[in-house]
């Protein structure tokens, strides 16, 4: 963190006081870094740093459910259409679409487990649910 700080002065997007320099950052992690670096500017202590870092990483989590939640609604699609157009399909396309029904709640599950919170558990649980509806659909 102190490298980030150093360069973030150096480039001029901080001033030594740590306060917004002449420049503007362009990327939003970039701008959430400045942000933390001045909400934490006055806690100048030994652990300064992990406060900084721990601002900076603030609500990551969230996305890790949004995503896991946008996967099993995106496999809860899929799989309506996989119903209704089954009929319709080559045996190519339905091999494709039962590959795509297996891993989009595997890989809910994986993204799930990497957040914090109570909501693991909810998440890791509807993956695994549709892990097993996948598997049923199959069969």
């Known amino acids: 963190m102190k490298t980030f700080e150093e360069q973030l002065i150096e480039k001029k997007y901080l001033t030594p006081h ?6 503007r950052v362009k990327s939003k992690s970039s701008i959430k870094l400045m942000d933390a670096f001045i909400t934490n500017r ?7 740093y ?12 969230k996305k890790l459910h949004k995503s896991s939640l946008l996967i099993s ?7 309506l ?16 679409y039962y590959l795509i029904l297996f891993f989009l709640p595997i890989i809910g599950f994986f993204i799930a487990l990497m957040g914090r ?11 695994f649910t549709l892990l097993l509806v996948a598997m049923i659909t199959y069969l």
Do not use: C, S
């Open 73 to 79: 609604f995106l496999f809860v699609m899929l799989w």
């Open 42 to 48: 006055f806690a100048k202590e030994d652990d300064f």
């Open 50 to 61: 992990m406060q900084v870092a721990r601002t900076w990483v603030e609500g990551y989590e």
């Open 81 to 96: 259409i996989f119903i209704f157009l089954n009929q319709y399909m080559t045996t190519i396309i339905e091999g494709i």
């Open 18 to 23: 740590l306060t917004e320099g002449p420049k």
């Open 117 to 127: 919170g109570w909501k693991i558990a909810g998440l890791t649980m509807l993956n």
